[in-house]
């Protein structure tokens, strides 16, 4: 199901800002610093999911006295899933930008780089995690979202020699 995808739409942006802003560009001249831009959006459909539809609380054998003794006697959840990837999860979204700029230093080629991903800081969905707890007699499942990468930004150079 991870690559069940109904819809996926992927953007993908690079330019050089130099060339672009500039009248005095030059494709000849390998030695000219440029400012480099790059923006990749991701759009796709929610992954199909099978979720719990019903949980049961058992026991191999009567419990006469209250006593829930230990071993084959211990009280047990079953689960029993829903339909097969009967839900999807909210659409996946993602927008990262870069800028470099790069030069020439000596007979290397230096770029450093920031680089921002998920810029929008959204809250993609990774998995959902399902615990199940008893309180007072009753069970329920405590259902947790668990979350891919908040906005994570980065630095770095690359250098060619």
Known sequence: PRHDR????????NTNL???FSSSYSFADKSQALWL????FIYTSGQPLT????????????????QTGSGENTPSFRL???EINEVRLPPYIRLDLSI????????SQWAPYLQIIN?????????INYTDKMEGGVVYQEIEEVNMLPILPSLGVTIKF
């Open 100 to 107: 470099t700029y790069q030069f020439v230093w000596g007979k």
């Open 37 to 40: 831009f790059g923006m990749n």
């Open 51 to 66: 979720v719990p539809s019903s949980a049961y609380y058992t026991m191999a054998f009567p419990d006469w006295n209250g």
């Open 6 to 13: 109904s819809s996926v739409v992927n953007i993908v942006l």
């Open 119 to 127: 810029a929008g800081n959204r809250k993609n969905i990774w998995f």
């Open 18 to 20: 130099t060339e672009l």
């Open 80 to 82: 029993d899933p829903s």
